[in-house]
């Protein structure tokens, strides 16, 4: 009888040892549960946003320039110390085969452009001007149709309106930068876009790149010798083949830096102004 005794007090002493066991062990996984959940919390936080893709839109971009360019027809900046600074410019585009050359040749370079727009050609490439804006240059207005002729006050109001409604509709630029095609200030527009504190920006250099029977070196030579603080440099990426500006822009690039200029766009060499 007492060996019985003994034999059950040792069958419950193993039974609730096996509970404590089977206790202890969920216990655990309870916990490593939780502490995996817990982690993973952790990391789901962290995930980064999703990086925006080139073509997205862009919110609130705004190429204003400082009050005093306002209304103001501008050649070139007086740049306190003479700092060797420059700004190329990029007019007709954005354009299906060159603009793209081009963007990759100044982000190889590290440059930032300004590019004037044709309110025709952001409607042919708007995937290509979307990639200009994510890429970080500076966009101005430069009309519709890209015509010469003289305009009445509607006309010049149209020609800038629209272009400045798609430049936004298409990238979310908002920008009071213009220039008038070939350089015309005397056919309407440039007086409403004054009239409206649009900066008018002209160049103090150019390229000559649309000359149809220069080899792309001069284009280089022209801009090298003539290049100056302050300069703006005027060059196209659309508006018909530019094939031959694609070969001179990285001549063009290396040349200035050899001579110790840095680049900047045209809002940020207006900022720079005296």
């Given at each position: 009888?007492?060996?019985?005794?003994?034999?059950?007090?040792?069958?419950?002493?193993?039974?609730?040892?096996?509970?404590?066991?089977t206790?202890?062990?969920?216990?655990?996984?309870?916990?490593?549960?939780?502490?995996?959940?817990?982690?993973?919390?952790?990391?789901?936080?962290?995930?980064?946003?999703?990086?925006?893709?080139?073509?997205?839109?862009?919110?609130n971009?705004?190429?204003?320039?400082?009050?005093?360019?306002?209304?103001?027809?501008?050649?070139?900046?007086?740049?306190?110390?003479?700092?060797?600074?420059?700004?190329?410019?990029?007019?007709?585009?954005?354009?299906?085969?060159?603009?793209?050359?081009?963007?990759?040749?100044?982000?190889?370079?590290?440059v930032?452009?300004?590019?004037?727009?044709?309110?025709?050609?952001?409607?042919?490439?708007?995937?290509?001007?979307?990639?200009?804006?994510?890429?970080?240059?500076?966009?101005?207005?430069?009309?519709?149709?890209?015509?010469?002729?003289?305009?009445?006050?509607?006309?010049?109001?149209?020609?800038?309106?629209?272009?400045?409604?798609?430049?936004y509709?298409?990238?979310?630029?908002?920008?009071?930068?213009?220039r008038?095609?070939?350089?015309?200030?005397?056919?309407g527009?440039?007086?409403?876009?004054k009239?409206?504190?649009?900066?008018?920006?002209?160049?103090?250099q150019?390229?000559?790149?649309?000359?149809?029977?220069?080899?792309y070196?001069?284009?280089?030579?022209?801009?090298?010798?003539?290049?100056?603080?302050?300069?703006?440099?005027?060059?196209?990426?659309?508006?018909?083949?530019?094939?031959?500006?694609?070969q001179?822009?990285?001549?063009?690039?290396?040349?200035?830096?050899?001579?110790?200029?840095?680049?900047v766009t045209?809002?940020?060499?207006?900022?720079?102004?005296?």
């Open positions: 009888m007492g060996e019985f005794k003994y034999k059950k007090v040792r069958f419950i002493a193993i039974a609730l040892c096996i509970a404590c066991i206790a202890c062990s969920d216990t655990t996984k309870i916990v490593q549960l939780s502490n995996q959940t817990s982690e993973n919390q952790v990391v789901a936080t962290n995930i980064p946003p999703n990086n925006p893709s080139p073509t997205s839109k862009p919110q971009l705004t190429f204003a320039p400082p009050a005093k360019f306002q209304g103001k027809t501008v050649y070139q900046v007086e740049i306190p110390n003479n700092e060797k600074v420059i700004a190329l410019t990029l007019d007709d585009g954005p354009w299906k085969e060159t603009t793209p050359q081009m963007l990759d040749i100044l982000k190889q370079n590290g930032k452009a300004t590019f004037f727009w044709v309110g025709t050609a952001i409607q042919e490439n708007p995937k290509i001007a979307k990639q200009v804006v994510a890429e970080g240059h500076a966009i101005a207005n430069h009309t519709f149709h890209h015509w010469y002729k003289q305009m009445d006050a509607a006309t010049a109001k149209s020609e800038i309106d629209r272009t400045a409604d798609l430049i509709k298409t990238t979310g630029v908002k920008t009071t930068l213009f008038p095609p070939g350089g015309y200030l005397n056919n527009l440039a007086s409403y876009a009239s409206q504190n649009y900066t008018v920006v002209m160049w103090s150019t390229s000559a790149d649309t000359d149809p029977k220069a080899k070196q001069v284009f280089v030579k022209n801009v090298l010798r003539d290049a100056k603080p302050g300069g703006i440099v005027l060059m196209h990426d659309g508006g018909g083949d530019r094939r031959r500006t694609v001179a822009l990285p001549l063009i690039i290396q040349g200035l830096k050899e001579k110790g200029y840095r680049f045209v809002p940020e060499i207006l900022e720079m102004g005296k």
